[in-house]
């Protein structure tokens, strides 16, 4: 059984990334867990969602496409869709990509949703607190360093959950 804060090892982890359009940063997230879960032939759940409604049912943008196939990854495949409050009983970790994404996601949290909720830099040693900045009205650079960033994140993740 898991409690508020807790984390049984037992539980296969299941992670859902959350940025606000669910367009650019959660797909690039969701695609460089996926990559770094097959190297390490871990089969969990992941997936992303947007705390806003704007783009739902969409491709992730196709800069966020582009970046991720540079690095052999293919993100075309997800749609869009909102982050909701059942998604803290069906996932076992909700990592918010920045500050905003977290505080929307801390006003629609059960009272009983188990899952742990955090920044997605709490998980890399030395960057707790840090955010990852929306690249959408930035250029195609800030994408590339947005994919670097997720990639190391997902590392972090691997590393630390799969005990
Ligand atoms: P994301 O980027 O949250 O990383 O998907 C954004 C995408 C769209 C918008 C903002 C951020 N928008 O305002 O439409």
Not at 128 to 133: C, D, L, S, T
Request: aromatic share 6%.
């Amino acid at each position: 059984m898991r409690g508020a804060g807790h984390f049984c090892a037992m539980t296969k982890p299941s992670i859902l990334f959350v940025c606000l359009g669910n367009i650019c940063r959660s797909p690039m997230a969701e695609g460089a867990m996926r990559a770094e879960l097959v190297r390490r032939g871990l089969d969990w759940d992941v997936d992303p969602a947007g705390t806003a409604a704007y783009h739902v049912g969409k491709s992730p943008d196709p800069r966020a496409i582009a970046s991720a196939a540079s690095h052999g990854i293919d993100i075309t495949g997800l749609r869009a869709r909102q982050a909701a409050p059942d998604d803290f009983g069906r996932f076992t970790h909700v990592f918010a990509l920045d500050d905003k994404n977290l505080a929307n996601l801390r006003a629609i949290r059960p009272h009983d949703g188990s899952a742990e909720l955090a920044l997605l830099l709490d998980m890399i040693d030395g960057r707790q607190g840090e955010v990852i900045a929306d690249p959408y009205y930035a250029g195609a650079d800030a994408f590339e360093v947005t994919w670097g960033v997720v990639t190391a994140a997902a590392k972090a993740i691997a590393d630390k959950l799969a005990r």
